[in-house]
Each structure stands twice: as C-alpha cells, then as structure tokens.
C-alpha cells in the first residue's frame, strides 16, 4: 500500500500561483510514476502532469508552459508548480502514483482560481 498526502491548495487570483505538493508514505520502493489529476464540478477527472523516476514528463495540453512538475525521490515527494493560474484551473487535484501496476490516490486539494 501506498498512502499520498497532498498540500498547497486555496483560492489564487487570475495570474497568480500555487504550488501542490505531495508527500509519498508505506511501500514506496516499488512506484514508478507519479502525477497529478484533476476533476472539476462536473466534469471527468483528467490528467495535468506525470513524472517518471526517471524524470520523464507529460503535461496535458492546457497546462504546458504554465505547470511545471517535479520529482524529489530522497524524499518521496511530488510536486506542481502552477503559474499563470486560470478560471478554468479551478478543481479539486489529486496527487497519484502507479506502483506495481496499482494506481493510488490522495485526498485531494481543492484550488480555486478566481478574483
């Protein structure tokens, strides 16, 4: 088992930034890859960025040039810096990990985007 607990939600203007962290506990010696998902009211859950513990990324379209995300594997740790926040940010965003072919879930942290 893997237990994710995220960080760094809240409410940030047009423009502004935020940065997500999520920190990895239990077996951890087995995940592969990381990432951040997002679901907003009505809508499906829907992947912002992923990174491999080989430092390989993967950023969904709408995100691209304005999220970056990073890895700490000495501290089993995953992060989103957010910057050019938009209205349609606006979600509640999870925190995953794949191990063994098992996908896990954190909490969630909500961020609202809005003036």
């Known amino acids: 088992q893997v237990q994710l607990v995220e960080s760094g939600g809240g409410l940030v203007q047009p423009g502004g930034s935020l940065r997500l962290s999520c920190a990895a506990s239990?077996?951890?010696?087995?995940?592969?890859?990381m990432g951040w998902y997002r679901q907003a009211p009505g809508k499906q859950r829907e992947l912002v960025a992923t990174i491999t513990n080989g430092d390989r990324t993967n950023y969904a379209d709408s995100v691209k040039g304005r999220f970056t995300i990073s890895r700490d594997n000495a501290k089993n740790t995953v992060s989103l810096q957010m910057n050019s926040l938009k209205p349609e940010d606006t979600a509640v965003y999870y925190c995953?990990?794949?191990?063994?072919?098992?996908?896990?879930w954190g909490q969630g942290t909500q961020v609202i985007v809005s003036s």
């Open positions: 239990g077996n951890i010696f087995n995940i592969n890859t």
């Open positions: 995953n990990a794949v191990s063994q072919r098992t996908y896990y």
